[in-house]
């Protein structure tokens, strides 16, 4: 609840008004509720309309999304409403002495559709604590932003698409010698990803100390499966290196393949193995790759090349791979916000479709 104006709504409404920048609130809560009510096959219809019809049927569309997703008591209350709202001409009488004229139906009508919107906001206000809640409590588990290594530049970025994060960053100081990181997308978004993403990171935390890279990924595997939904799964790269070498192995079990930005070029890595989850038992091959003074290694989720546009179009790898190039010679901290703000400016004033992680790290 806000607070911030002591519940003065006059005053609230007030410094609503001088916030400014509501025409592109506007287009971004239009694309939002495109996005969130219509289909795929029902957005490539409407784009083989002229500019009036599509006006029309895509308010058509989207009203009866809306009335379909309402609760059965809702959704009736909801159908008076805008019956008694736009009934005109029309006598309506209740037994044999109340008759309810025009300027009552509309009244009614209001109260009605009012009636709705206020259940409707309760639930979505009670939904809303509760994710930030959940939302709190994967921040406190998050790590630091650039961990200190011995000869190592580290950055790591997380953000999710809704209020809390199917995508999984974790920096993890094994032992003297050992630090691992952590990149992991689980299959959708929202909060089942997000339960889902809690337990995997403690499997992680958990198992870490006590087997290597193969085996802690074999067992994360048996556990994700026996114990997951089964429409459920989760890419996963997890990365070991210590402070004396620029070696760094690391497991790839089906996330995007990272890429190592280099003095000259770009180099993506080979294909990783199947994703946790999927298969009960799978022997997960060990990689290792060795990194030169101001080489860097960058692996990310796949809601950066799924970054979408106002117009629908796609950031895709070429566009990424082109905005990598520039990071060279940079640190990570440095590349890492560069590669944000790029990305942002691709997408413009459309919603996030997809939650969001980077990792880069760098060998001094």
């Not at 919107?117 to 309760?122: F, Y």
């Not at 409590?137 to 998050?142: A, D, F, N, R, T």
């Not at 690391?250 to 990272?258: Q, R, T």
């Amino acid at each position: 609840m806000n607070t911030q104006n002591n519940g003065n709504l006059g005053r609230t409404l007030k410094n609503d008004i001088k916030s400014g920048g509501h025409y592109k609130t506007l287009k971004k809560e239009l694309h939002g509720i495109n996005e969130f009510f219509l289909n795929s096959d029902k957005q490539l219809r409407l784009n083989g309309m002229n500019r009036f019809k599509r006006f029309f049927v895509r308010l058509w569309w989207v009203f009866k999304e809306m009335i379909l997703r309402l609760t059965p008591f809702r959704r009736i209350i909801f159908v008076l409403g805008i019956l008694f709202l736009f009934s005109s001409g029309l006598s309506i009488t209740i037994g044999s002495n109340v008759k309810i004229n025009q300027t009552d139906r509309g009244f009614i009508g209001g109260v009605l559709i009012t009636f709705v919107l206020i259940l409707e906001l309760k639930d979505k206000l009670i939904a809303r604590e509760e994710l930030l809640a959940g939302k709190r409590i994967q921040e406190s588990l998050m790590p630091e932003v650039s961990p200190a290594v011995d000869g190592w530049d580290l950055w790591l970025f997380t953000k999710p698409a809704n209020e809390v994060c199917g995508d999984l960053i974790d920096f993890i100081d094994v032992d003297m010698e050992r630090k691992a990181v952590v990149i992991a997308d689980v299959a959708g978004k929202g909060l089942n990803a997000a339960l889902i993403t809690a337990k995997l990171q403690a499997s992680i935390r958990a198992l870490i100390n006590d087997y290597g890279l193969v085996d802690l990924t074999s067992k994360i595997n048996r556990i994700f499966h026996k114990e997951n939904l089964r429409e459920m799964f989760a890419s996963m790269l997890i990365a070991e290196f210590n402070s004396g070498s620029g070696k760094i192995k690391y497991i790839n079990a089906g996330h995007i393949p990272p890429c190592i930005i280099g003095r000259d070029e770009i180099t993506c890595l080979g294909k990783g193995d199947t994703a946790l989850g999927l298969l009960k038992d799978f022997s997960y091959n060990l990689n290792e790759i060795e990194l030169s003074a101001g080489e860097m290694l960058f692996v990310y989720s796949d809601g950066a090349t799924d970054t979408r546009n106002s117009k629908g179009e796609f950031l895709e790898p070429e566009r990424l791979k082109s905005i990598l190039y520039n990071c060279r010679g940079r640190s990570a901290l440095t590349s890492g916000e560069y590669i944000l703000s790029e990305i942002e400016k691709f997408k413009g004033e459309a919603y996030s479709s997809d939650d969001l992680s980077l990792v880069l790290l760098r060998k001094n």
